[in-house]
């Protein structure tokens, strides 16, 4: 579906006022469940000139574009390569999916770095992300009197995210590859009726009693494992990130490129 739209998604980024560090695809696609009209949430970092972060006049540190061309939504958000470091220093579990989504658009040598870096800001504090994202999730999904099966999906992917982080340090967004571990056969379920129908696809009658138990359950299990999880308390990378923030702002981005 991805390489289908590529043309599409190349012109929302040759468009870009600001050089791109990288710029990666997130959302359903990165989490596995697009349906054939889902929009694409590209996400990325920008990085502003020296003159516009010195100067009285200074350059936006969030861009959000929503657009449609070519009869495809997107949705691009890119934060300045300085806001983009401060949060990952701030247990922030999202901007490191899309940093490390292997759905790329732009990269550089510099997103090379960047994401080796972000081994050394992983956390047992990413758990309260995850248990956090996973509950607005849940009260989405709980608050509709006609159930969709996004929202629940959401919440499901993000506890197995988590859990997944907790035990091995290592992030993966997609619900498919996590549930290699899991073998939870609602979930194959609900990812099948998702990429086959629409983005607004309904809950199967009948089944929310499990879908709560198995929320519960999850949640607990991310629990358990915070508790037990051996990742560091605090991130090493503070240091690393500020002057890998400052040699790109002096110097540019280096070895920029379409993947």
Known sequence: MIERDRSTLDSLIAEYKYPLLFATISGSHLYGFPSADSDYDVRGAHVLPAREVVGLATGPDTIEQS???????????????KKFCTLMLKRNGYVLEQLLSPHVLVTSDDHQELMALAKTCITRGHAYHYLGFAEASWIQYCKKPVKRIKPLLYAFRVLLTGIHLMRSGEIEANIVALN?????????????????????????AGSS?????????????L????????????PSCELALDAFLIRVRLDGITGQRTA
């Open 209 to 221: 009693d499990l879908y709560e138990r198995e929320y519960e359950r999850l949640r607990g299990e």
């Open 67 to 81: 657009k449609v061309r070519d009869g495809i939504e997107l949705d691009m958000v890119s934060h300045d390569l």
């Open 223 to 234: 629990e358990d494992a915070y508790k037990a999880s051996t990742l560091p308390e605090q």
């Open 180 to 204: 290699e571990t899991h073998r939870l056969g609602y979930l194959y379920d609900l990812v099948a009726k998702k990429t086959a129908d629409a983005e607004l696809a309904m809950v199967p």
